[in-house]
């Protein structure tokens, strides 16, 4: 408890060591936090789906910010031996646990912005 308590109360040097830029820089940005939100809110989507859902977003695009999250172990794609191919996507229980900083942002948001 006591390495946790100094961890958060470390101050950063340089804004590169600081844990809200490494997860911004990971799960940040425009797009996956909305790819999250909806694997969240739907637990699987094919592609198309969140490319109809995501408005503004480019196929090539969501395919990358998708392997982004699978590569960082959040998302698990899911493709069938089928004709027309058919890929899901759902969230990993890394990408689960998300769910309480989502919400809140989303609280946050409906008291501040909204």
């Known amino acids: 408890m006591q390495t946790e308590e100094k961890k958060i109360e470390k101050k950063y040097t340089y804004a590169t060591e600081c844990p809200i830029t490494i ?3 990971e799960i940040g940005g425009k797009w996956k ?22 408005k ?7 395919s990358q ?8 172990e ?15 996507y759902s969230l990993t229980e890394k990408g689960k646990s998300l769910a309480p900083l989502l919400k809140a942002m989303k609280s ?7």
């Open 33 to 54: 936090p909305v790819i999250i939100w909806l694997l969240l809110e739907n637990e699987i989507m094919r592609f198309n789906e969140l490319d109809k859902t995501i």
């Open 108 to 114: 946050w948001t409906y008291s501040n912005i909204m």
């Open 56 to 62: 503004g977003i480019s196929q090539k695009m969501l």
């Open 23 to 25: 997860f911004m820089e």
């Open 74 to 88: 959040i998302v698990i794609r899911k493709s069938y031996p089928v004709i027309p191919p058919k890929v899901e």
């Open 65 to 72: 910010q998708l392997k982004d999250l699978e590569q960082l």
